[in-house]
């Protein structure tokens, strides 16, 4: 009997032995596997961080290389910068692109579709001989725009002048390099312009500004033109498209009475409406976004709005971006509008180009845009958009040829 109690204990004993040999076993590979597991899943994410940071490495270097372009002066540097910039941009991963920020870049700088740069002329060819009349806008980077618009007067006024050579300068440094790093549109500066004159042996120079008024842009081409004086027998300015300023918010103008007369039924016919009455009985009220400026020039705005009014254009409305003046500032803009008791808003660019200011200050999906200030208010039934330029329009394209005729044939 104690043999057999003897063997029962050797036996559980034996078994309780093997069992905790077996737990330890099983504990030490589930340790391993666990430990293995756990280190494969940090050197996984080891890998991951690192392929980010350099991807955000990549990103950064072509954002500093666009920042470093987004400058309103041109160096013996300037065209290799915007070519390395490009190429960087295009070495880039799509999810690489994404990543692009900086003081001014963004990934729309390269990737934002604004049409097709081929259909530009940069109109910056030498043999222009003795007669040349330089069309010199601000510019836009916005392809389509700028075909429509800037190169729409400058055909214009080819046209009517088929004896002077037209040729183009944008005074935004910054919008000639964007243009040129992302298409390979190489355009003149005031500056490049003229020294281009210069070397073909231009005598007579006809310059016809594209800017509105005679503000900050106007006083800067002045300056430097009047470096370029005695280098041409004979240098004439002609007047930007809403002519002389005048003192006060009351003075008009012809010009701007051609202008308030010309965009307005332009606007009208874009909506399908018969006309302006018409309009007016359904309720639209149409907006006029201008730029806007602390240049003592501003009264010009002032001065759109008087016309609009002695023109009996009741349900037209002149605002700005920059807000001044201060009745034209877009939260001024939507009581107006709102307490004239207008329930439709028809908003579009007193531009001579639909660029940046018309694509996002104005139609933009960003809060701050006048569409969306106009619609958060909930003050209007509806609020649709006009993105056209002025150039673009024939009877704005005349007064630019009215005005450029004045200059040749005055004595």
Not at 264 to 277: C, I, N, P, Q, W
Request: aromatic share 6%; hydrophobic share 35%.
């Amino acid at each position: 009997m104690r043999r057999r109690n003897l063997a029962v204990l050797v036996s559980l004993s034996l078994m309780g032995t093997m069992s905790m040999t077996g737990y330890a076993a099983s504990e030490k590979e589930t340790t391993t596997e666990a430990a293995s597991t756990e280190a494969g899943s940090t050197e996984a994410g080891s890998t991951e961080a690192e392929s980010k940071s350099a991807d955000q490495e990549a990103a950064d270097k072509v954002a500093d290389l666009i920042d470093a372009i987004y400058v309103q002066e041109r160096t013996d540097k300037t065209d290799e910068q915007c070519k390395e910039a490009k190429e960087a941009w295009d070495a880039l991963t799509d999810a690489q692109k994404e990543l692009v920020e900086g003081e001014n870049a963004d990934p729309d700088y390269f990737g934002r579709d604004t049409g097709d740069a081929s259909k530009d002329d940069p109109r910056n060819g030498d043999e222009i001989g003795e007669n040349e009349i330089l069309v010199v806008s601000f510019g836009t980077s916005f392809n389509d725009s700028r075909a429509a618009d800037i190169k729409g007067i400058e055909d214009a006024l080819q046209e009517a002048y088929p004896d002077w050579s037209v040729r183009r300068a944008f005074t935004a440094q910054i919008i000639i390099n964007h243009v040129q790093a992302r298409d390979g549109e190489c355009i003149d500066n005031v500056e490049q312009a003229l020294d281009r004159a210069v070397d073909n042996g231009v005598k007579n120079l006809v310059i016809q500004p594209t800017h509105l008024m005679h503000g900050a842009e106007y006083d800067e081409l002045m300056d430097a033109v009047e470096e370029y004086e005695d280098k041409f027998e004979s240098v004439k300015v002609a007047e930007p498209l809403l002519g002389e300023v005048g003192d006060d918010a009351a003075v008009v103008n012809d010009d701007k009475k051609a202008v308030a007369e010309i965009l307005t039924a332009e606007a009208v016919e874009k909506a399908g409406y018969d006309s302006l009455d018409a309009a007016k009985e359904d309720g639209v009220a149409f907006v006029f976004m201008g730029h806007g400026t602390s240049h003592t020039a501003k009264v010009s705005y002032s001065q759109m709005q008087t016309q609009m009014n002695d023109l009996g254009y009741e349900n037209v409305f002149i605002g700005t971006v920059e807000g001044e003046p201060e009745e034209t500032a877009c939260e001024n803009v939507i009581d107006a509008v709102s307490e004239a008791g207008y329930t439709k808003v028809i908003l579009r660019p007193l531009m001579v180009v639909a660029g940046d200011h018309a694509n996002n200050d104005m139609a933009g999906e960003d809060e701050d845009s006048w569409l969306s200030q106009f619609e958060a208010s909930e003050k209007f039934e509806s609020v649709d958009t006009q993105i056209f330029g002025l150039g673009e329009i024939e009877g704005i394209q005349k007064l630019y040829i009215d005005h450029t005729a004045a200059v040749i044939n005055e004595q």
